[in-house]
């Protein structure tokens, strides 16, 4: 007998779950290394060099099992803003978003040019509320300015002054996506008092089954077989000369990129400490959920009024618009840092939590389907009269913000020359 196929998810499916009693959509699947089962992954590693690693209960499992972390929930959340983004930028989709925009200050593409002439040395172009680490309350969109003014002293900077669960609507209006990821304006007006929004939309990858990797051993061996015995003398503009080994100054080559290196041990190894060099699992396990009672507890006064109506309207568009952004980003595997690239057993299938004790009705979502799903739902919210801004909310940076990329590039350029290998 054959498995019945999930039906497509329609934007009357996400109506009828917002406006009802549904808790949640999931979507739960297992991944493995492009490699194939047992090929070795990279997780990402925390304070000391080292992973982060727990046991935990797995279904089916009598005992705890060693898990690794492979993606934390605020990556995951940085990764679907990035498809979101880069979909914005394809004309795929389009959203609400501020951005600022340093393109007129562009690098000449000399360094000392630059940094006199007050310009950037490295182009930064644009920067949008999905790139900003703190979204609609970075400091990047504060310390811009909106026609001269300073963004949050804008007539649109100033409404997020009043934005709250029970006020949603100019955050909906200038940036949905902080409403499904989250926000904590802190750098406002109320500082540790301002407002706070929950993530809706929650994800992780975990590696099942772990084993890790004793000692990172191996060299970057040196065509040219450079000795550490041989000295050289860096010069402060970048240049260097060879030295006698017993003048003041003189360095390994190492320190300007030439000779073998022996991969790095943390400042803290001793001898005799294991340096994680990746892990084995048995499997990958991704788990995403958007929390329809989160969406549920905003509100959305549209002219000074709020009723339920909206309300349903405008929690609906950011539903899709959290499924849109996890289909984006995970339909076709995850790629997550440097031999870390995992590969789904399954398409994404989402689960509607609905009524406790039932079993939950189950939808398909291919990235086409969601793409058009978010654009009905914006369809919708047009209609009621809810305001979706499709072109962005240009800003251009401060005079002092400039002046800090511009003094901080230029710090990076003799770090570069200072710091040797």
């Known amino acids: 007998m054959s498995e019945t196929k ?31 089962e047992g090929d070795k992954v990279f997780p990402p590693t925390f304070a000391g060099a080292v992973y982060a690693i727990e046991q935990r209960r797995i279904p089916g499992r009598d005992a705890p099992v060693r898990c690794v972390l492979l993606d934390s929930v605020r990556s995951q959340a940085n990764r679907m803003e990035l498809a979101l983004q880069e979909a ?52 990047i969109l504060r310390d811009s300015e909106l026609d001269g003014v300073p963004f949050r002293q804008s007539k649109i900077g100033r409404a997020l002054n009043t934005v709250s669960l029970a006020n949603a609507t100019p955050v909906l209006e200038l940036c949905p996506t902080a409403l499904i990821f989250g926000m904590w304006d802190s750098t406002g007006p109320k500082g ?8 809706a939309v929650v994800s992780e990858i975990v590696g099942v089954g772990a084993e890790v990797g004793d000692l990172l ?36 080559p190492s320190e300007i990129n030439h000779s073998s ?4 041990k943390r400042r803290d190894q001793k001898a005799d400490d294991n340096y994680y060099a990746g892990a084995t699992i048995e499997y990958a396990e991704q788990t995403t959920t958007l929390s329809l009672i989160c969406l ?35 339909e076709s595997g995850v790629g997550l840092r440097s031999r870390s690239l995992l590969w ?24 086409e389907q969601a793409i058009v799903l978010l654009s009905d ?8 009269g809810l305001n979706w801004r499709e072109k962005p909310v240009t800003l251009k940076p401060s005079k002092e913000l400039l002046k800090l990329v511009r003094l901080s590039q230029l710090q990076a350029t003799k770090e570069g020359t200072e710091g040797g290998a």
């Open 192 to 199: 540790g008092l301002g407002p706070k929004f929950e993530r």
């Open 261 to 264: 290196v022996p991969y790095p």
């Open 344 to 367: 789904p057993a399954g398409p994404m299938v989402w689960e509607l939590l609905e009524r406790p004790g039932t079993p939950p009705r189950q939808f398909e979502l291919t990235s």
């Open 217 to 252: 051993r191996g060299v970057r061996r040196d065509p040219l077989e450079i000795r550490a015995a041989v000295k050289v003398q860096k010069n402060s503009d970048g240049s260097w000369k060879v030295s006698d080994s017993n003048a003041r100054g003189a360095v390994s």
């Open 88 to 139: 914005v930028a394809a004309s795929k989709i389009g959203l609400p978003l501020v951005e600022v925009d340093f393109s007129e200050h562009g690098p000449t593409g000399d360094v000392e040019a630059d940094g006199k002439a007050g310009r950037l040395i490295d182009a930064v172009g644009k920067i949008t509320s999905l790139q900003a680490p703190h979204r609609l309350a970075d400091a």
């Open 377 to 384: 739902a914006i369809a919708a919210a047009r209609q009621s």
């Open 6 to 36: 999930p039906k497509t998810l329609t934007l009357d499916d996400v109506k009828h779950a917002v406006a009802g009693h549904a808790a949640a959509f999931r979507c739960r699947r297992r991944l493995q290394p492009v490699g194939g």
């Open 296 to 330: 549920r507890r905003l509100r959305f006064p549209f002219n000074g009024k709020t009723d339920d109506a909206t309300d349903e309207v405008a929690q609906a568009v950011l539903a899709t618009l959290g499924l849109c952004g996890a289909t984006l980003a995970f």
